[in-house]
């Protein structure tokens, strides 16, 4: 494929929290042009950790590689006239401004619309723009919270060595990230209509979406708890020089374990011949499998486990995933040139071809495009 | 009218990642047909070993809404069938392993014959190309792999396994891939073949993390801890395993949550004194606040600290979710009446539309192969006794 698939659409971007911008960034690292309206000192994206040796934010890289910039300050006369004219010319406007504080800038949906009928107004807010929490604040421990999975979180070796600490968030922004995925895809659905309309996004709802499991298993009579949703034997295994991940759902691949195991013997047991009666014995048999794991190697593991189609992955150490293998292979990691250095910056996770889409490398300076706004306006008709 | 109202997709993808892209796709208004074959069901019809389920184990969320036939792809009839209703498709949606696909003759190039525009979406554990495509894995494989398993975690203890959000974050991302590919069909004409390598996903979630890493900067797991804010994690409340995550991002707000836990001298205490002071003496901050937390009922404390502008929220569990009037309003949750009467929660709409504001899932789960006549009838103009004559044959089967 010789141009992305979004090339030719523009994005304005209003964006302080991560869910917002990484909505900009999907679309922008599909070949759309993202304009981010920062005020006059910058999104606080720009300041938020983790931090490169120089102190430029990773965070801000990651999510901001590719689009350009325009200050454009709430707090400053032009503001309207500027968000304006930027709108006129926008298929997509991403913002996550507090709910209260739209009417006073103008940016309420019944503004948008009645101004700018083109185009797709996405809000992105921790708890959505409607319903009786939609004033509410939201970081990302709240909302990997508000949203269930945080509840159920940790399970298995975790659950089993601190039994009684408090639950566990996943790493960094992993609601927010759902919540930005989700909200750029809801946007693609409604420009696909060919017309412009609001589309109200919320954070807690793509986690909840995301973790439909758990209320589908409330449907069936179960309320998931993280202690007691471990998986019956696998799970996280300790090795001699790490960890590995095991998982077997078919019987083929529990022939394949029993294979990697030696475990010909106790495994032929009859009651072992099903799923359920395994299941029963889960624990018996994970004690084995993590007494035969813990003097073994990851690599020597993992290398057999697969040829013999028992489903394992080593955890890999950042390092690790960006020298993989099959990393490498599929050219995932672009370096890019910062102030600070050289950097690795992931593509997105889909292609559209055999290659990886090739990950836009420059990183706007506040107001590094201010001429956009001195610009002869256009005005588009439709989405 | 929901946006997506006329997109079509053949869908034959399994287990979790890839039918949760093909029913977000359907809430939003795309015909799904779902292929099956009875010779080897979903593995999510059946029972679950690691689970310990006797029943179907999770199958009827991203079932919803779909139609089924049933399918045999490894008869040649059955393929041939296949490829008539890719011909009537905009979008072939497929989660085998690599290779799968061609192997049953029904690869890109081969469904590009069929239907030149054709957008094939792969979702597959680590893509379609390199030396470990052919590597089996479920969703906390694709986390081990990614990193965000390794990242995971107490910082003195060992990497947590994701589970389903993670087979789900895999089919959302397949879902805005799929669209963008129908925009760019919509601008050029051409389709494509969408690969979704769920291992990129769980990295691309911890995208900021490798790159630091790939400057020197040293990162590792952290449990509950914030890079930056303080107070920053959860807390018990009067209820057993009832926990409040609290979130102070700003100076304004932790002086304000010292007067609400009643101890409004620590917003004058100089190890408290600013972000990075709080930050750096963080672990002294448990005491104080666990101390009011544990003597609150958990909501009220949460309506108390937003109404105050402190982020918070109780930790919630799937009971809390499905009743909440919030999500309700939004229709985040909605009930579905499956065919025998029976009526559960499930997960609506992904967003809400301005323009449509109708249920996201207006049936339940399709009884396997129930839409047959529709399909292969209606759909593909087959007549009963072609129909009849393929199921004879266990081309339809």
Redesign the interface.
Known sequence: MTDKPLSGLRVIERATGVAAAQAGRLLCQMGAEVIMAEPSEGSPLREEPPLLPGGQSALFTYLSLGKRSVVCDPAGPDFRKDMHKLLAEADIFIDDTPVAERTGLALDDAAIAREHPHIVHLSVLPFGAFGPKAGWKGDEINLIHAGGEGFLLPNGLTADLFPDRPPLKIAGHFAEMQGGTTAAMAALAALWTGEGQYVDASVQDANVAVGAFAIQRYGDGSVEHRLTRSFKFGGVIECADGYVELLTLETRQWLGLIDLLGAEDWAQDPELADEVGRSARGAEINQRIRDWARHRKVEDLVAQAQTLGVPMARYNAPQQVLTGLQETARGIFATIHTPDGPVQVQSLPFRFGPDALPVRDTLASLGADQSILSCQPGRRATA | ?K??TG?RIADFTVH?AGP?CTH?LSQ?GAEVIKVETALRPD?FRK??????R??PA?F???SSNKLSVRLNLKHPEGVALAKKLVGVADVAAESFRAGVMSRLGLGYEVLRGVKRDIVMVSVSS??Q??????????A??F????????????AD?????????MD??VG??????T??????R???GEG??????A???A???????????????S?G????D????AP?????TADTDR?L???V?SDAEWKVLTTIIGQPHLADDPRFATQAERYANRRALDAPISDWTSGQGGEAAAERL?AA??????????????SD???R??G??LDVAETDGNR????GR??????DDAPGITRGTPALGGDEDYVYGELLGLSGAQISALIEDEAIY
């Open positions: 009218m946006p997506l997109l979790a949760f977000m939003m593995i029972s679950h070993a690691v689970y310990g006797q029943g999770t009827d969320q991203v680590s893509g190309t390199g030396p470990e495509s052919h590597f089996a894995g479920y906390p494989l986390g081990a792999w990614g990193g965000l398993g390794y990242l995971s975690g107490h203890g060992p990497p947590v396994e994701m589970r389903h959000v789900h974050s959302m991302h397949a879902a805005l891939a669209l963008a590919a129908l925009n760019r919509r601008r050029t494509c073949h969408v690969d979704v390598a291992r990129e996903v990295s691309s979630l911890v995208g900021d993390f490798l790159t630091a890493a790939s400057a020197g900067v990162v797991r952290m449990g509950n914030d890079l930056t804010r920053h994690g959860l807390f018990p926990w995550s609290i979130s991002s937003q502008g402190v982020a918070a929220h109780l930790s919630w569990a799937a009971s809390d979710i499905v009037p919030h999500m309003a939004r985040a949750i559960r929660a499930a997960v992904p967003a809400r539309f301005a323009g």
